[in-house]
């Protein structure tokens, strides 16, 4: 006899959600380890590149700001995802994940224009003869800071793709842009000590625009999802599966 179980709509709903809960507490347990990672890394870098006065240093400890304000905003919007439906939102409060990943990346694109103008500050007065004075410090922080975050940015962007977790997706190209920066930043600053000087300035520009690069692509992911957009390959994969069940005469529309 057949399973009458797996035509019921209710009890489908009820293990989707289930479904979907817990990998929204996975995901929120991951966002964690992001969020101390970020604060340890920006604080060291922080107050390193202001006691040694290095530009770069400093802005990728801004760019890490960015990934504390980002992972916090990430969480909440986890933690508002996994409320049960009320009166106003009777499909569940899903897209608070999307609104958090938008959010985070307005805040990456308010800081890059940040650091475009440190970065021109930074040409200026290598132009007018000041110098930095880059040490054994400013070169490990940085070096460390980009595996930390190199780890960080292949383990998010693994969960966000097997939770198929829009989040985690944006949390990942965000982890990956900042270990680029943060792995610039430490040639900057080894190509500073051994004497070009004129690193620090255009290294300190790059970083902005990797920024701005990885702001303006979690943008259209999020807008993409929050305007309820879909890739039509998709609707071309699931007309040929559903036009494979035995007793479908046709497809009118998906």
């Not at 410090?137 to 829009?166: D, E, F, R, T």
């Amino acid at each position: 006899m057949a399973n009458t179980n797996q035509y019921d709509a209710g009890r489908n709903i009820q293990i989707d959600r289930q479904h979907r809960l817990s990998k929204l507490q996975e995901a929120q347990q991951i966002t964690w380890i992001n969020l101390g990672a970020y604060s340890s890394i920006m604080v060291a870098e922080l107050i390193i590149g202001y006691l040694a006065q290095i530009s770069v240093l400093i802005a990728d400890g801004l760019n890490n700001l960015t990934g504390v304000c980002g992972a916090a905003i990430l969480i909440t919007g986890l933690k508002i995802s996994k409320r049960p439906p009320d009166s106003n939102h009777v499909m569940g409060h899903w897209q608070y994940e999307n609104i958090a990943a938008l959010l985070s990346a307005t805040i990456m694109f308010a800081v890059s224009i940040q650091i475009f103008v440190d970065g021109a500050f930074a040409v200026q007065r290598f132009f007018a003869g000041h110098t930095i004075r880059p040490n054994y410090w400013s070169l490990g922080v940085s070096m460390i800071a980009a595996i930390i975050i190199s780890i960080l940015a292949k383990y998010n962007s693994l969960k966000g793709q097997q939770l198929k977790n829009q989040a985690l997706t944006a949390s990942g190209q965000d982890l990956k842009s900042d270990a680029w920066t943060s792995f610039g930043t430490f040639l900057s600053i080894g190509g500073a000590y051994l004497g070009a000087q004129w690193l620090d300035g255009v290294a300190t520009l790059l970083v902005g625009c990797l920024i701005l690069h990885a702001s303006i692509s979690i943008f259209r992911t999020t807008i993409m999802r929050l305007t309820e957009g879909f890739d039509p390959k998709d609707i071309d994969r699931y007309s040929k599966t559903i036009s494979t069940i035995p007793g479908v005469l046709g497809i009118q529309g998906i």
